[in-house]
């Protein structure tokens, strides 16, 4: 029993030291900039608006976006993963033709150095998907959105090579890409272009995310449509992902803000507060699941770990389950 008591004390501090609100680099925070990103552009109306204030006004004159269509296929490998996440859309251009536009969310905090190699990857998995289903190939338009604190410096795909005369430029691949790197734009700019009051406000989080300070001191600027956006249940939720998104991807002082907040909305700020009430408790409970799993490893009795944990029959029955499950997968 000492053994068992000694155990418990040790999972019970390593689970009181846990913090859940605290920000988690690497996989959790590319992973919290990706959800925030797909979040915003996979609704057609923020799209739409971004495409055609983004992309050259030729282009945008003869795509349909009646026609945009969210494409739920998968295209980015291991590979690429690490360094893109991407929404695609289908659409009409011209009178007939069909396009692919790719709008590819940059992981990294600091430029890609060769771009276009990880472009014409991501290209052949999208041809490479459509010649598998024996498809016609589409014209792909990447646009790759930035938002790292070093400024992208865009070259072309043949200043990567030596100098080449006209014979040997002939062996190099010609595609060009859209950048959208968000430090080309200022606040105001990025409010005077985009109208939308979701895509306004998602654009300007996303351009300080890294910044703190910057985003407490502009609330007034970053947030003054709010009140207009928590009008209807749709602008509630968005706020909701703009929360967790700021809770999860800064270390931002959660009381100051909130008290900056209820300056512009006593509404978002309380809404801000419930949210990250929620989180805490989510994160909470996924470690006292930890903490039972390891004790059901370690054959601690049920009763000890219910006492312990405060989980239910229940759910400790189903941490139990997939243990199971793990130890026939290692046996397989």
């Given at each position: 029993?000492?053994?068992?008591?000694?155990?418990?004390?040790?999972?019970?501090?390593?689970?009181?030291?846990l913090k859940p609100m605290e920000?988690?680099?690497?996989?959790?925070?590319?992973?919290?900039?990706?959800?925030?990103?797909?979040?915003?552009?996979?609704?057609?109306?923020?799209?739409?608006?971004?495409?055609a204030k983004t992309l050259p006004?030729?282009?945008?004159?003869?795509?349909?976006?009646?026609?945009?269509?969210?494409?739920?296929?998968?295209?980015?490998?291991?590979?690429?993963?690490?360094?893109?996440?991407?929404?695609?859309?289908?659409?009409?251009?011209?009178?007939?033709?069909?396009?692919?536009?790719?709008?590819?969310?940059e992981h990294k905090s600091y430029?890609?150095?060769?771009?276009?190699?990880?472009?014409?990857?991501?290209?052949?998995?999208?041809?490479?998907?459509?010649?598998?289903?024996?498809?016609?190939?589409?014209?792909?338009?990447?646009?790759?959105?930035?938002?790292?604190?070093?400024?992208?410096?865009?070259?072309?795909?043949?200043?990567?090579?030596?100098?080449?005369?006209?014979?040997?430029?002939?062996?190099?691949?010609?595609?060009?890409?859209?950048?959208?790197?968000?430090?080309?734009?200022?606040?105001?700019?990025?409010?005077?272009?985009?109208?939308?009051?979701?895509?306004?406000?998602?654009?300007?989080?996303?351009?300080?995310?890294?910044?703190?300070?910057?985003?407490?001191?502009?609330?007034?600027?970053?947030?003054?449509?709010?009140?207009?956006?928590?009008?209807?249940?749709?602008?509630?939720?968005?706020?909701?992902?703009?929360?967790?998104?700021?809770?999860?991807?800064?270390?931002?002082?959660?009381?100051?803000?909130?008290?900056?907040?209820?300056?512009?909305?006593?509404?978002?700020?309380?809404?801000?507060?419930?949210?990250?009430?929620?989180?805490?408790?989510?994160?909470?409970?996924?470690?006292?699941?930890?903490?039972?799993?390891?004790?059901?490893?370690?054959?601690?009795?049920?009763?000890?770990?219910?006492?312990?944990?405060?989980?239910?029959?229940?759910?400790?029955?189903?941490?139990?389950?997939?243990?199971?499950?793990?130890?026939?997968?290692?046996?397989?």
């Open positions: 029993m000492k053994e068992i008591f000694l155990y418990l004390c040790s999972k019970i501090l390593n689970f009181m030291e920000n988690q680099l690497d996989k959790t925070t590319i992973s919290s900039h990706d959800r925030f990103f797909k979040e915003l552009f996979s609704k057609k109306e923020e799209a739409s608006e971004f495409i006004k030729e282009i945008v004159e003869k795509i349909d976006f009646q026609s945009l269509e969210i494409d739920k296929t998968e295209y980015i490998d291991s590979k690429l993963r690490t360094n893109f996440s991407d929404v695609v859309y289908n659409c009409k251009y011209g009178s007939s033709t069909n396009i692919k536009v790719s709008l590819l969310f430029p890609e150095m060769f771009p276009h190699l990880q472009l014409l990857g991501y290209m052949h998995k999208i041809w490479e998907a459509q010649m598998k289903q024996k498809q016609k190939l589409t014209h792909v338009i990447p646009i790759i959105f930035y938002h790292g604190e070093r400024k992208w410096e865009k070259k072309t795909f043949e200043s990567y090579f030596d100098k080449a005369d006209e014979a040997l430029q002939n062996y190099i691949p010609r595609f060009d890409y859209q950048l959208i790197d968000t430090s080309d734009y200022t606040d105001d700019q990025i409010i005077e272009l985009f109208r939308g009051i979701q895509l306004q406000l998602g654009m300007l989080i996303l351009k300080n995310i890294f910044d703190e300070q910057q985003i407490i001191q502009k609330s007034n600027k970053i947030f003054g449509e709010i009140n207009q956006l928590l009008q209807n249940e749709q602008g509630e939720r968005f706020f909701e992902t703009v929360a967790t998104y700021l809770i999860y991807s800064t270390q931002l002082e959660i009381l100051k803000f909130v008290e900056k907040m209820r300056t512009i909305s006593p509404k978002a700020g309380e809404k801000f507060i419930s949210t990250a009430k929620r989180l805490e408790m989510k994160g909470r409970l996924e470690g006292v699941k930890k903490v039972a799993y390891s004790m059901i490893q370690e054959n601690i009795p049920d009763e000890v770990i219910l006492k312990v944990t405060k989980l239910t029959q229940k759910e400790l029955d189903y941490l139990k389950t997939l243990k199971k499950f793990e130890l026939e997968l290692e046996i397989l």
